[in-house]
């Protein structure tokens, strides 16, 4: 299967090794930034493949090389835009998150790539963790019984060398801040696990040590699913001195999971009224990883590689995208109006949080 890059930042790198792991024809590869290009092939020992293509016009890439599949991994501000050009090319695409900044992008990209028939997947990874698929797993086998609560806490840390890396981040039109970039994925997660059906969010966000950005770097809030449970999200880059944790919690009336590590990786409290001897496994399991991206870009472009072989929808489609994007982007609003917003959200995006923290 024929497979081009756009975008050669700090995430592609566990693109290319999804690439290679999964024996993908690797075509082409598209930077702005030609320096960007041949350090990310150097660094995996593909400077010297004349069969990788490069190129800095992603539109003339699509329009020469044609491939089946591309990743976008540039910054989030042109993530839409990429996508809608690919999918109206017949191209499916490996989005990274979040899939867009506004809902109307959002919903845009779900509609037209269902209309021409193109897969999208959104690149929230961690859902192929081991410690989420076997509490996804418990949770499809009813073994929590009527869900309770549950929360997200994302604390990591992100100082100001991280930031001065890329001139994109930290801003409302191509970035948006702590919870939009680092904690989106266990925003994802709390969503996907309690239901994906949300009634109302209330949320509120700061920009508390990072005055040298737009956005926030802590948010928090408070979600009421349609299914009665109700749930908190925490997420900061401002723990000192390093990343601490991500960290899942499941309550039900018969089940307790705590999902723990760096990046939801390890499992700290598995806990059922049904126990059994598979059970003992779970009780601590850990997955290594070797930072805080986890292993899962490998097992979400198998499956993506898959759903096109077999005209199916990806186990991590444009809608989980659509609904982890629209999670933060009614927490942004509900911090701007000083309001619980209820959902579905529309005709929200991130440049309307323009100014928020102007007085910092």
Not at 106 to 129: G, L, P, T, W
Not at 209 to 220: I, K, N, T
Not at 324 to 340: C, F, H, N, R, T
Request: hydrophobic share 40%; glycine share 8%; proline share 2%.
């Amino acid at each position: 299967m024929k497979y081009a890059l756009i975008g050669c930042g700090r995430i592609a790198t566990n693109h290319v090794k999804a690439v290679v792991n999964n024996k993908l024809e690797f075509a082409a590869v598209c930077d702005v930034v030609p320096e960007q290009m041949e350090a990310l092939l150097a660094k995996h020992g593909l400077e010297k493949d004349s069969s990788i293509a490069r190129y800095t016009d992603y539109k003339k890439m699509i329009e020469e090389v044609q491939p089946e599949l591309v990743g976008i991994a540039t910054e989030s501000g042109i993530h839409a835009e990429i996508a809608l050009y690919c999918i109206d090319h017949g191209v499916n695409c490996i989005i990274e998150k979040p899939i867009a900044m506004s809902m109307e992008d959002a919903d845009e990209i779900v509609r037209r790539s269902e209309e021409k028939h193109v897969k999208v997947a959104a690149c929230h990874q961690n859902r192929f963790n081991i410690a989420v698929q076997e509490a996804r797993k418990a949770l499809e086998a009813g073994r929590f019984g009527k869900l309770s609560h549950g929360s997200i806490h994302v604390r990591w840390n992100r100082n100001q060398n991280y930031y001065d890396q890329a001139p994109w981040r930290g801003k409302w039109a191509s970035d948006g801040g702590a919870l939009m970039n680092q904690c989106i994925h266990g925003i994802d997660l709390l969503r996907w696990m309690f239901g994906d059906e949300v009634e109302e969010v209330y949320g509120s966000t700061r920009q508390q040590f990072h005055h040298y950005l737009e956005a926030e770097d802590v948010g928090m809030a408070v979600v009421k699913f349609k299914n009665g449970a109700i749930a908190t999200i925490e997420g900061t880059t401002n723990v000192y001195p390093q990343n601490l944790e991500e960290t899942l919690y499941i309550f039900g009336e018969t089940g307790t999971v705590k999902i723990g590590g760096k990046s939801t990786n390890n499992i700290d409290v598995w806990d059922f009224a049904d126990e059994t001897e598979m059970d003992s496994a779970n009780k601590h399991l850990e997955e290594a990883t070797s930072n805080v991206y986890g292993n899962g870009h490998t097992s979400l472009y198998a499956d993506m590689i898959d759903a096109i072989q077999k005209d199916r929808k990806p186990y991590v489609d444009a809608v989980a995208g659509r609904n982890a994007l629209e999670m933060v982007l009614a927490i942004y609003k509900s911090q701007k109006d000083g309001m619980p917003v209820k959902l579905p959200l529309t005709n929200f995006k991130s440049t309307d949080m323009t100014g928020e923290f102007s007085e910092n």
